[in-house]
């Protein structure tokens, strides 16, 4: 771990600093990269002296991404393409990203210019993602790649479960269905066998199919309401049979 914050800065900016490095669990070589992590674009006057964390956000970003990735390779061997995606998509969320740094206390430590602060939710949420990312970034340049992939799965870790993407198979029933399928060479076919009720007010009933057998049947007030239940049906029998 590197030494504490040096000395030779104004006092309550140094105090920030040390108090953003015990949330972010790392003690920076270089703080001004963390400063800078934590620098809304609106904070300062110049722009040919802008040290915000857009750059970092940028880089932040893509280390984010492909450390998440690598986990969920990692975690699940049995996963499609398809569905790591969906679970990727769900753990570096703006709303996750919200989350992870509110608990850590993010919004504590960003700087922003006077119009910001003047209206103190205006933007708020943005800020936390882009400042999560950058101070990813910031912890990749500090570090090195363990440092960041343990900041980020301390933070997100808890996403990447099982259970996790359950509740998105749940949310998404027909798409989950479509990759079990898939893996095993063939495509889930949905038809409507009923429709009843007057135009105003029809009710469908519809089979989904698996080579020819019927695997789940549902029914709604639209096609698409008793697809999904057909299919959620569907994944009973698979869960079941698994």
């Known amino acids: 771990m590197s030494a504490p914050v040096s000395d030779g800065r104004p006092d309550e900016r140094s105090a920030r600093l040390v108090a953003a490095e015990n949330a972010v669990g790392h003690r920076f070589a270089d703080p ?9 674009p609106s904070f300062g006057e110049d722009p040919a002296m802008r040290l915000d964390y857009e750059r970092l956000e940028f880089l932040g970003d893509a280390v984010l991404g492909l450390i998440v990735a690598e986990e969920i390779y990692i975690r699940f061997p049995d996963l499609a393409e398809g569905a790591m995606t969906k679970l990727k998509a769900s753990v570096v969320s703006r709303g ?10 993010l919004d504590e430590f960003i700087v922003r210019g006077r119009a910001e602060i003047a209206d103190a939710d205006r ?3 943005s800020a936390l993602e882009d400042a999560f990312e950058a101070v ?6 500090d570090g090195g790649y363990e440092t960041a992939r343990h900041f980020i799965l301390t933070a997100l870790g808890s996403r990447i479960t099982r259970e996790a993407f359950d509740a998105i198979a749940i949310e998404h029933p027909k798409s989950r269905l479509q990759e079990i399928v898939q893996a095993g060479g063939t495509v889930p076919v949905y038809r409507i066998v009923a429709t009843e ?4 007010a029809r009710h469908f009933t519809v089979e989904v199919l698996v080579e020819d057998q019927v695997f789940g049947t549902g029914s709604g007030a639209s096609k698409r309401e008793a697809e999904m239940r057909a299919a959620k049906q569907a994944l009973e029998k698979y869960d079941a049979r698994s």
């Open 32 to 40: 001004l990269l963390l400063d800078r992590a934590l620098t809304h």
């Open 96 to 105: 996750a990203l919200v989350e992870a740094a509110t608990l850590l206390c």
């Open 123 to 125: 933007g708020l949420a």
């Open 136 to 141: 990813v970034a910031a912890l990749y340049l």
């Open 197 to 200: 009720g007057p135009p105003h």
